[in-house]
Protein backbone atom coordinates (compact mmCIF):
# COMPACT_ATOMS: atom_id res chain seq x y z
CA UNK A 1 0.00 0.00 0.00
CA UNK A 2 1.50 3.41 -1.35
CA UNK A 3 2.72 5.49 1.80
CA UNK A 4 2.45 3.08 4.34
CA UNK A 5 4.50 2.67 6.98
CA UNK A 6 6.14 -1.05 7.27
CA UNK A 7 4.21 -3.40 9.95
CA UNK A 8 6.50 -4.82 12.64
CA UNK A 9 4.69 -7.94 13.76
CA UNK A 10 5.63 -9.23 16.95
CA UNK A 11 4.22 -13.12 16.78
CA UNK A 12 3.25 -14.80 20.03
CA UNK A 13 1.28 -17.89 20.97
CA UNK A 14 -1.95 -15.81 21.17
CA UNK A 15 -1.35 -14.47 17.88
CA UNK A 16 -3.71 -14.39 14.98
CA UNK A 17 -4.33 -13.62 11.61
CA UNK A 18 -7.21 -11.13 11.62
CA UNK A 19 -6.01 -8.86 14.12
CA UNK A 20 -3.33 -9.09 12.10
CA UNK A 21 -5.24 -7.91 8.98
CA UNK A 22 -7.13 -5.05 11.61
CA UNK A 23 -3.62 -3.67 12.30
CA UNK A 24 -2.19 -3.41 8.92
CA UNK A 25 -5.18 -1.61 7.31
CA UNK A 26 -4.89 0.59 10.08
CA UNK A 27 -1.60 1.20 10.26
CA UNK A 28 -2.01 1.60 5.99
CA UNK A 29 -4.85 4.01 6.58
CA UNK A 30 -6.75 1.82 4.15
CA UNK A 31 -10.46 3.22 4.27
CA UNK A 32 -13.06 0.64 4.27
CA UNK A 33 -14.73 -0.44 0.50
CA UNK A 34 -18.22 -1.25 0.02
CA UNK A 35 -16.67 -3.74 -2.49
CA UNK A 36 -14.89 -5.51 0.36
CA UNK A 37 -18.18 -6.70 1.64
CA UNK A 38 -17.98 -9.47 -1.72
CA UNK A 39 -14.38 -8.94 -2.70
CA UNK A 40 -11.80 -8.14 1.09
CA UNK A 41 -8.44 -6.60 0.38
CA UNK A 42 -6.17 -9.39 -0.01
CA UNK A 43 -3.07 -10.06 2.26
CA UNK A 44 -0.21 -12.46 0.41
CA UNK A 45 3.22 -13.59 1.19
CA UNK A 46 6.18 -12.94 -1.65
CA UNK A 47 4.94 -15.32 -3.99
CA UNK A 48 1.37 -14.61 -4.05
CA UNK A 49 -0.16 -17.30 -1.48
CA UNK A 50 -2.93 -15.68 0.31
CA UNK A 51 -2.07 -15.63 4.03
CA UNK A 52 -4.46 -18.11 6.24
CA UNK A 53 -2.35 -19.15 9.15
CA UNK A 54 -0.05 -17.40 11.72
CA UNK A 55 2.74 -19.62 10.39
CA UNK A 56 2.90 -17.22 7.33
CA UNK A 57 3.17 -13.97 9.13
CA UNK A 58 7.29 -13.58 8.58
CA UNK A 59 9.07 -12.54 5.63
CA UNK A 60 7.21 -9.95 3.58
CA UNK A 61 3.73 -9.59 2.93
CA UNK A 62 2.09 -7.88 0.59
CA UNK A 63 -1.45 -6.05 0.73
CA UNK A 64 -4.00 -5.08 -2.42
CA UNK A 65 -6.82 -2.98 -1.89
CA UNK A 66 -8.02 -4.65 -5.19
CA UNK A 67 -8.22 -8.20 -3.21
CA UNK A 68 -6.39 -10.04 -5.64
CA UNK A 69 -2.70 -10.85 -6.19
CA UNK A 70 -0.95 -8.32 -8.78
CA UNK A 71 2.82 -9.13 -9.36
CA UNK A 72 5.27 -6.42 -8.62
CA UNK A 73 6.86 -4.99 -11.35
CA UNK A 74 9.62 -3.42 -9.82
CA UNK A 75 11.64 -2.53 -12.51
CA UNK A 76 11.73 -2.51 -16.67
CA UNK A 77 13.90 -5.41 -17.59
CA UNK A 78 13.20 -7.11 -13.99
CA UNK A 79 13.32 -11.23 -14.74
CA UNK A 80 12.07 -14.22 -12.44
CA UNK A 81 11.41 -17.44 -12.71
CA UNK A 82 8.04 -19.30 -11.93
CA UNK A 83 6.67 -22.94 -11.50
CA UNK A 84 3.64 -23.30 -12.48
CA UNK A 85 1.14 -25.88 -11.61
CA UNK A 86 -1.92 -27.56 -13.55
CA UNK A 87 -3.88 -30.07 -11.47
CA UNK A 88 -4.41 -32.03 -14.66
CA UNK A 89 -1.50 -31.10 -16.57
CA UNK A 90 1.91 -31.02 -16.01
CA UNK A 91 4.20 -28.31 -14.10
CA UNK A 92 6.04 -25.94 -16.35
CA UNK A 93 8.56 -22.68 -15.39
CA UNK A 94 8.46 -19.84 -17.40
CA UNK A 95 10.19 -16.45 -17.35
CA UNK A 96 8.77 -13.53 -15.92
CA UNK A 97 9.99 -10.45 -17.55
CA UNK A 98 8.52 -6.31 -16.79
CA UNK A 99 8.09 -5.16 -19.82
CA UNK A 100 6.61 -1.38 -18.54
CA UNK A 101 5.28 -0.42 -14.97
CA UNK A 102 2.59 1.76 -16.14
CA UNK A 103 1.18 -0.07 -17.17
CA UNK A 104 2.38 -3.18 -15.55
CA UNK A 105 2.66 -5.72 -18.21
CA UNK A 106 5.25 -8.40 -18.56
CA UNK A 107 6.48 -10.78 -21.53
CA UNK A 108 6.37 -14.55 -20.57
CA UNK A 109 8.17 -17.15 -21.63
CA UNK A 110 7.80 -20.84 -22.05
CA UNK A 111 3.97 -20.79 -21.40
CA UNK A 112 3.53 -23.08 -24.94
CA UNK A 113 5.22 -25.23 -26.80
CA UNK A 114 5.45 -25.23 -30.31
CA UNK A 115 3.36 -29.26 -30.60
CA UNK A 116 0.24 -27.62 -28.67
CA UNK A 117 0.36 -24.42 -30.56
CA UNK A 118 0.07 -26.08 -33.71
CA UNK A 119 -2.32 -28.36 -32.36
CA UNK A 120 -4.34 -24.96 -30.95
CA UNK A 121 -4.50 -23.33 -34.49
CA UNK A 122 -5.87 -26.62 -36.26
CA UNK A 123 -8.50 -27.29 -33.85
CA UNK A 124 -9.26 -23.37 -33.99
CA UNK A 125 -9.09 -23.03 -38.13
CA UNK A 126 -12.41 -23.90 -38.52
CA UNK A 127 -14.03 -21.93 -36.01
CA UNK A 128 -12.76 -18.52 -37.14
CA UNK A 129 -15.56 -16.07 -38.60
CA UNK A 130 -15.05 -12.23 -39.14
CA UNK A 131 -15.51 -10.08 -36.31
CA UNK A 132 -19.09 -8.98 -36.08
CA UNK A 133 -20.84 -6.04 -34.60
CA UNK A 134 -20.42 -5.28 -30.50
CA UNK A 135 -22.42 -2.55 -28.43
CA UNK A 136 -20.64 -0.08 -26.21
CA UNK A 137 -21.49 3.03 -24.22
CA UNK A 138 -23.18 5.96 -26.08
CA UNK A 139 -21.64 4.76 -29.60
CA UNK A 140 -24.63 2.44 -30.37
CA UNK A 141 -23.27 0.00 -33.07
CA UNK A 142 -19.94 -0.30 -33.46
CA UNK A 143 -19.12 -2.14 -36.60
CA UNK A 144 -15.78 -4.06 -35.47
CA UNK A 145 -14.71 -4.60 -39.20
CA UNK A 146 -13.39 -0.37 -38.66
CA UNK A 147 -11.23 -1.19 -35.36
CA UNK A 148 -10.63 -5.18 -35.88
CA UNK A 149 -9.89 -6.55 -38.85
CA UNK A 150 -9.80 -10.25 -38.37
CA UNK A 151 -11.34 -13.14 -37.76
CA UNK A 152 -12.03 -15.03 -33.90
CA UNK A 153 -13.52 -17.70 -32.44
CA UNK A 154 -14.99 -18.23 -28.81
CA UNK A 155 -13.99 -21.40 -27.83
CA UNK A 156 -14.84 -23.25 -23.87
CA UNK A 157 -11.26 -24.52 -22.95
CA UNK A 158 -12.38 -27.27 -21.61
CA UNK A 159 -12.96 -28.88 -25.20
CA UNK A 160 -9.54 -28.97 -25.65
CA UNK A 161 -7.02 -30.74 -23.41
CA UNK A 162 -4.14 -28.05 -24.65
CA UNK A 163 -6.36 -25.41 -23.76
CA UNK A 164 -7.63 -26.62 -20.20
CA UNK A 165 -3.90 -27.00 -19.61
CA UNK A 166 -3.10 -23.35 -20.53
CA UNK A 167 -6.00 -22.37 -18.54
CA UNK A 168 -4.90 -24.01 -15.59
CA UNK A 169 -1.49 -22.54 -15.81
CA UNK A 170 -2.87 -18.76 -16.38
CA UNK A 171 -4.31 -19.15 -13.43
CA UNK A 172 -1.36 -20.71 -11.77
CA UNK A 173 0.14 -17.36 -13.57
CA UNK A 174 -2.11 -14.58 -12.06
CA UNK A 175 -2.44 -16.42 -8.98
CA UNK A 176 -6.46 -15.88 -9.91
CA UNK A 177 -9.16 -18.79 -9.38
CA UNK A 178 -9.64 -20.44 -13.32
CA UNK A 179 -13.12 -20.48 -12.56
CA UNK A 180 -12.68 -16.06 -12.87
CA UNK A 181 -11.43 -16.96 -16.29
CA UNK A 182 -13.44 -16.14 -19.16
CA UNK A 183 -13.83 -18.72 -22.25
CA UNK A 184 -10.91 -18.06 -24.82
CA UNK A 185 -11.35 -15.80 -28.02
CA UNK A 186 -8.94 -17.01 -30.65
CA UNK A 187 -7.95 -14.69 -33.41
CA UNK A 188 -6.32 -14.84 -36.39
CA UNK A 189 -4.24 -11.91 -38.57
CA UNK A 190 -3.46 -12.08 -41.77
CA UNK A 191 -1.39 -9.43 -43.83
CA UNK A 192 -2.83 -5.86 -43.37
CA UNK A 193 -5.02 -7.00 -40.45
CA UNK A 194 -4.69 -4.82 -37.48
CA UNK A 195 -6.77 -4.42 -34.19
CA UNK A 196 -6.54 -0.50 -33.04
CA UNK A 197 -5.54 1.22 -29.54
CA UNK A 198 -8.21 0.32 -27.24
CA UNK A 199 -9.04 -0.97 -23.16
CA UNK A 200 -10.19 -4.34 -22.25
CA UNK A 201 -11.76 -2.83 -18.94
CA UNK A 202 -15.32 -1.82 -18.62
CA UNK A 203 -15.94 1.95 -17.86
CA UNK A 204 -19.29 1.46 -15.65
CA UNK A 205 -20.49 4.89 -16.97
CA UNK A 206 -20.56 3.57 -20.48
CA UNK A 207 -23.15 1.25 -19.59
CA UNK A 208 -25.89 3.23 -17.89
CA UNK A 209 -28.04 2.09 -20.72
CA UNK A 210 -27.43 -1.59 -20.24
CA UNK A 211 -28.96 -2.68 -17.11
CA UNK A 212 -27.82 -6.19 -18.21
CA UNK A 213 -24.09 -5.23 -18.19
CA UNK A 214 -24.60 -2.75 -15.23
CA UNK A 215 -25.81 -5.56 -13.46
CA UNK A 216 -22.54 -7.66 -13.82
CA UNK A 217 -20.22 -4.38 -13.05
CA UNK A 218 -21.61 -4.02 -9.43
CA UNK A 219 -19.59 -4.02 -6.55
CA UNK A 220 -16.57 -3.73 -8.96
CA UNK A 221 -16.46 -6.26 -11.07
CA UNK A 222 -14.12 -6.14 -13.69
CA UNK A 223 -11.79 -7.38 -16.35
CA UNK A 224 -8.11 -7.35 -13.93
CA UNK A 225 -5.74 -9.31 -16.36
CA UNK A 226 -5.07 -10.31 -19.95
CA UNK A 227 -3.06 -12.83 -21.25
CA UNK A 228 -2.13 -12.74 -24.92
CA UNK A 229 -0.67 -16.33 -25.89
CA UNK A 230 0.70 -16.12 -29.32
CA UNK A 231 0.44 -19.56 -31.19
CA UNK A 232 2.77 -18.31 -34.64
CA UNK A 233 6.02 -16.46 -35.00
CA UNK A 234 5.11 -13.52 -37.63
CA UNK A 235 7.95 -12.66 -40.04
CA UNK A 236 6.84 -8.83 -39.93
CA UNK A 237 4.38 -6.92 -38.13
CA UNK A 238 1.60 -7.79 -36.10
CA UNK A 239 3.68 -6.48 -32.60
CA UNK A 240 0.57 -5.44 -29.55
CA UNK A 241 1.94 -2.15 -28.09
CA UNK A 242 1.30 0.49 -25.60
CA UNK A 243 0.77 3.94 -26.73
CA UNK A 244 -0.20 5.32 -23.15
CA UNK A 245 2.33 4.25 -21.07
CA UNK A 246 3.74 6.28 -18.01
CA UNK A 247 0.89 9.06 -18.07
CA UNK A 248 0.47 9.62 -21.96
CA UNK A 249 -2.62 11.17 -23.17
CA UNK A 250 -4.82 8.62 -25.04
CA UNK A 251 -3.64 7.92 -28.68
CA UNK A 252 -4.53 10.68 -31.47
CA UNK A 253 -4.37 7.97 -34.16
CA UNK A 254 -5.44 4.90 -33.10
CA UNK A 255 -3.79 2.50 -35.53
CA UNK A 256 0.04 3.94 -34.81
CA UNK A 257 1.78 1.46 -33.67
CA UNK A 258 3.74 3.02 -30.67
CA UNK A 259 5.12 2.93 -27.58
CA UNK A 260 6.44 -0.33 -25.63
CA UNK A 261 5.72 -3.32 -27.82
CA UNK A 262 6.04 -7.68 -27.77
CA UNK A 263 6.83 -9.00 -31.38
CA UNK A 264 4.79 -12.72 -31.43
CA UNK A 265 6.82 -15.31 -31.29
CA UNK A 266 5.05 -19.19 -30.95
CA UNK A 267 4.91 -20.28 -27.33
CA UNK A 268 5.60 -16.94 -25.57
CA UNK A 269 3.26 -14.65 -23.93
CA UNK A 270 1.85 -11.27 -22.94
CA UNK A 271 0.22 -10.39 -19.22
CA UNK A 272 -0.83 -7.33 -18.70
CA UNK A 273 -3.32 -5.83 -15.70
CA UNK A 274 -6.09 -3.02 -16.91
CA UNK A 275 -7.10 -2.76 -13.12
CA UNK A 276 -4.87 -0.66 -10.63
CA UNK A 277 -4.15 -2.90 -7.06
CA UNK A 278 -6.65 -1.20 -5.73
CA UNK A 279 -9.02 -1.99 -8.92
CA UNK A 280 -9.68 1.30 -10.27
CA UNK A 281 -9.31 1.29 -14.13
CA UNK A 282 -5.92 2.09 -15.41
CA UNK A 283 -5.86 4.04 -18.73
CA UNK A 284 -2.59 3.66 -19.30
CA UNK A 285 -3.63 -0.05 -20.10
CA UNK A 286 -4.88 1.04 -23.85
CA UNK A 287 -3.10 -1.43 -26.41
CA UNK A 288 -3.41 -2.32 -30.04
CA UNK A 289 -2.48 -5.17 -32.35
CA UNK A 290 -0.15 -3.46 -35.13
CA UNK A 291 -0.86 -4.37 -38.55
CA UNK A 292 0.44 -7.69 -40.05
CA UNK A 293 2.67 -7.00 -43.26
CA UNK A 294 4.30 -10.84 -43.48
CA UNK A 295 3.26 -14.04 -42.30
CA UNK A 296 -0.40 -15.03 -39.99
CA UNK A 297 -0.57 -14.28 -36.38
CA UNK A 298 -2.79 -16.76 -34.54
CA UNK A 299 -3.43 -15.83 -30.65
CA UNK A 300 -5.53 -16.65 -27.46
CA UNK A 301 -6.91 -14.30 -25.57
CA UNK A 302 -7.19 -14.62 -21.79
CA UNK A 303 -9.45 -12.46 -20.07
CA UNK A 304 -9.48 -13.37 -15.95
CA UNK A 305 -12.33 -11.01 -13.81
CA UNK A 306 -11.53 -10.27 -10.62
CA UNK A 307 -14.59 -11.69 -8.97
CA UNK A 308 -17.37 -13.83 -9.89
CA UNK A 309 -20.54 -11.75 -11.34
CA UNK A 310 -23.53 -11.81 -8.53
CA UNK A 311 -22.12 -11.89 -5.67
CA UNK A 312 -23.79 -10.39 -2.39
CA UNK A 313 -21.04 -11.82 0.04
CA UNK A 314 -17.54 -13.19 -0.02
CA UNK A 315 -17.13 -16.73 -2.20
CA UNK A 316 -15.37 -19.59 -0.06
CA UNK A 317 -12.01 -19.25 -1.53
CA UNK A 318 -11.93 -15.03 -0.64
CA UNK A 319 -12.71 -15.23 2.68
CA UNK A 320 -10.51 -13.96 5.39
CA UNK A 321 -10.05 -15.02 8.41
CA UNK A 322 -12.34 -13.45 11.44
CA UNK A 323 -10.27 -11.26 14.09
CA UNK A 324 -10.44 -12.58 17.51
CA UNK A 325 -10.89 -9.78 19.47
CA UNK A 326 -9.61 -11.66 22.40
CA UNK A 327 -6.14 -13.10 21.04
CA UNK A 328 -5.38 -10.30 19.07
CA UNK A 329 -2.38 -8.23 19.93
CA UNK A 330 -1.83 -4.71 19.78
CA UNK A 331 1.70 -3.65 18.17
Not at 7 to 15: E, F, H, L, N, S
Not at 174 to 198: I, N, S, W
Not at 265 to 286: E, I, M, T
Request: glycine share 8%; hydrophobic share 35%; charged share 25%.
Amino acid sequence: HAGAAPVVWQQGADADVGGFRHEVQRRARMKRQRRWRVLPWALCDALGAPVQGIEQLNGVLLAFEGGRWVWPGIREGFERRLALSAPRGREIVVTLRTLTLDPLAFTVEGLMNSTAARSVIAYAKPRFKRSGVEVAGDAGSVDMQEVRTCSEAWVDPKESGYLEEVAQHTASLTRVPRKLQEDFRMLQYRAGQQFVAHTDFYRVEDFKDHPQISQELKNGRNWLTTVYVYLSTVKKGGETFFPSTYGQPWPANLSKCDGPSVAPRRGSALLFYSLHPDSKPNDASVHGGCKVVQGVKYTINIWTYNQLKGLTAPDPEDRVPARDKHLAKRL
